[in-house]
């Protein structure tokens, strides 16, 4: 098994296992790895290890890249993941992302602390606070697959609004405040973090946005984002967590809903946000949202963000 640690922080890119996209993201500037996103698509074929395998060897990546895996946001039976639906179908769905890790030699997986709903009036501090309980035998489950596959079990940050890369409006009682995060590691110890920083700047936007702009659906939102105290800025969201984080997912955010913006396109200055990490979290992972998911414009202009800082960062040491 790979190290798991590195004295620099890794850059890598984002990419699901298909030929075109790992071609893509694999040609020069070669990053350091790959976070493999992998759809529930790329894991309902009973072959779906081989097949994943025969990309990344047919492939041109070196021999010290990283791989990192991120399960779906639909489970293998079509229902958005959620972490309190401790089920067959879930634990399936996880078992297939941590065979898939354990062949490739990943270092790391990832999942998302999210209770899915359609329903805005239902997130109050009462299923906030069930939902965390409810979360923790399928995050218990998810552990042990990682611990039996040589893999971090990461857990990511979420926005108070998922569009679910479908458009869609989908809200969570849980996953968008980073005390979520180290309330599950509290129960959890061996659980670490991937924080998404376009996530943490749209809840951010949720907790400052004047309640009166919204409607009274988004407000329900707004009013749960804010019923705790909770940070105001980016660096104080990330700050208390670097102990335990594995992996930054970077892209900007727009607004209440416009996250994976480009590095310099958005609300929040990640240069100031991501230089005191550098050293201390292994991995940052471009995650910018792409009009051509074949061509990754986007994360490439990502990666030449952050190797500059990265630069400019070891200079200053």
């Known amino acids: ?8 922080t890794r850059i890598l890119l984002k ?39 025969r990309v990344l060897e047919n492939s041109d990546a070196p021999a010290v890249c990283q791989w990192i895996v991120e399960a779906p946001i639909r489970t293998l039976g079509g229902a958005y993941f959620d972490l309190t639906c401790d089920d067959d179908d879930h634990c399936e769905t996880l078992k297939r992302v941590a065979n898939v890790g354990k062949a490739i030699g990943a270092v790391a997986a990832n999942i998302h602390v999210v209770a899915p709903t359609l329903a805005a009036a239902t997130l109050s501090q009462l299923t906030h606070e069930r939902a965390l309980e409810r979360a923790l035998p399928l995050l218990r489950r998810y552990v042990v697959l990682c611990e039996k596959a040589g893999l971090i079990p990461q857990v990511e940050n979420i926005p108070p609004v998922g569009r679910m890369r479908e458009a869609a409006y989908v809200f969570s009682a849980i996953g968008a405040a980073p005390e979520d995060l180290l309330a599950l590691v509290r129960r959890i110890p061996e659980l670490r973090f991937t924080i998404d920083v376009s996530h943490a700047s749209l809840y951010l936007n949720w907790r400052q ?12 939102v707004a009013r749960h984002a804010r019923e705790q105290p909770g940070p105001m800025d980016l660096p104080e969201y990330v700050g208390p967590l670097a102990e ?20 310099r ?15 201390r979290v ?6 910018t949202l792409e009009s051509n998911p074949a061509v990754a414009a986007g994360m490439r202009d990502a990666q030449a963000q952050l190797l500059a800082l990265r630069a ?5 040491k």
């Open 1 to 8: 098994m790979r190290e798991k640690t590195s004295p620099a």
């Open 15 to 53: 990419a699901r296992p298909t030929p075109d996209q790992v071609a893509d993201r694999l040609r020069a500037p070669a990053p350091e790895g790959l976070e493999l996103y992998l759809d529930r698509l790329d894991l309902m074929r009973d072959d779906h290890v081989q097949r994943i395998c």
């Open 209 to 220: 946005i004047d309640l009166e702009t919204l409607s009274p659906e988004f407000q329900m």
């Open 244 to 263: 335990w984080t594995t992996t930054m997912h970077v892209a900007n955010a727009v607004g209440l809903f416009g996250e994976g913006e480009w590095y």
């Open 265 to 279: 396109e958005g609300d929040a200055d990640l240069d100031l946000t991501l230089a005191p990490l550098l050293g």
């Open 282 to 287: 292994p991995y940052f992972v471009t995650e």
């Open 312 to 316: 400019l960062h070891s200079e200053v």
